[in-house]
């Protein structure tokens, strides 16, 4: 079993920058790939960005593209996203996710159907 839990989360104004974190747990010899999504109210959960278990393959949604930067720092077992020039348009609750398949297949690490473990979120508000 894996826990995740996500920090990092505030009140931005338009333009601003945020750094979300996703730390992980328990069984954290083995490597997953990781992801992170959002969830605005009144919307489904959707696809912001992920990562492979290496490091070398990085996946954006085309509308974070360019100014969201995820990576992970393997020694603390930690997943990060790095938001840039936040619109308002960017609120919502921030979510992260470990998978435990293995692939380079961008539209699987889009779905949220093929993540197995889930933090409880962090809430990211821009205002205008």
């Known amino acids: 079993q894996v826990q995740v839990v996500e920090s990092g989360g505030r009140l931005v104004e338009a333009g601003d920058s945020l750094r979300l974190s996703c730390a992980a747990s328990g069984r954290t010899s083995t490597i997953y790939p990781m992801g992170w999504f959002r969830q605005a109210p009144g919307k489904e959960r959707e696809f912001v960005a992920a990562i492979s278990w290496s490091g070398a393959n990085t996946y954006y949604a085309d509308s974070v593209k360019g100014r969201f930067t995820i990576s992970r720092d393997y020694a603390k077992n930690t997943v990060y996203l790095q938001m840039n020039s936040l619109k308002p348009e960017d609120t919502a609750v921030y979510y992260c996710?470990?998978?435990?398949?293995?692939?380079?297949?961008?539209?699987?690490?889009?779905?949220?159907?093929?993540?197995?473990?889930w933090g409880q979120g962090t809430q990211v508000t821009v205002s205008s």
């Open positions: 996710a470990a998978m435990r398949t293995y692939t380079a297949n961008s539209v699987v690490y889009s779905q949220t159907s093929n993540y197995d473990y």
